[in-house]
């Protein structure tokens, strides 16, 4: 009877199932995003974030459900919480951009946008490369932790592409339209923002690393 009762209860190995699910999610959108600020399909890229952030929320439910319903769990209950919902937090971001851009009824970005979605791009692959490592931490350790380090000098360069773009709006619109400066800082804020969720990702991952080993 218990060995049928722990058949009905969520494996183990499902959440890392789950979390690479929600990495796919993440670079999907990410790539659509890069795609949309490089002036390609702009509203067809805009839909397949909307698309894809769905089916991230759907993961992170899934992944939450079966957080309470195991008795065994790979790593602690609030890490696991914590890094899907933080993973969740950058496609979130991605799709709040997405709702801006739409408002605006924007077509074409800046250069310093496009290597911003880039940064984006890469950012979103190294987290799918760190999340099946989680399955064996001791051993996959070092690099662990070089990814972690490396997503930290993606968004160190993000937060410089944003600082130059926000200048070069300002040399472009600050004494005249107001209106296209506020829209371009907009977007420029909310991609340093995408960044910014995916470092949160990697200090999640940093934090696992260290209880665990």
Do not use: W
């Amino acid at each position: 009877m218990l060995g049928l009762f722990r058949k009905l209860l969520p494996r183990e190995d499902a959440f890392f199932d789950l979390f690479a699910q929600h990495s796919r999610t993440v670079v999907g959108a990410a790539e659509a995003l890069n795609a949309l600020l490089a002036g390609r399909d702009i509203d067809g890229n805009c839909q397949r974030i909307v698309a894809l952030e769905d089916e991230a929320d759907n993961i992170t439910r899934e992944v939450l459900q079966a957080t309470r319903r195991s008795f065994i769990t790979p790593f602690d209950r609030g890490d696991i919480k914590d890094l899907i919902q933080s993973m969740d937090d950058a496609i979130d971001m991605m799709h709040k951009t997405v709702k801006t851009i739409r408002l605006f009824e924007q077509t074409s970005f800046d250069p310093l946008m496009q290597q911003m979605g880039g940064e984006i791009v890469q950012a979103a692959h190294l987290i799918a490369e760190a999340v099946p490592l989680l399955n064996k931490i001791g051993a996959n350790a070092p690099r662990l932790g070089a990814i972690a380090e490396e997503i930290m000098r993606v968004e160190g360069r993000s937060d410089d592409l944003h600082d130059q773009g926000l200048k070069d709006l300002f040399r472009r619109h600050g004494t005249g339209n107001a209106m296209d400066f506020l829209i371009g800082s907009e977007i420029y804020g909310e991609l340093e923002k995408v960044l910014d969720r995916f470092e949160d990702v990697a200090n999640e991952i940093s934090g696992i690393v260290i209880e665990n080993v």
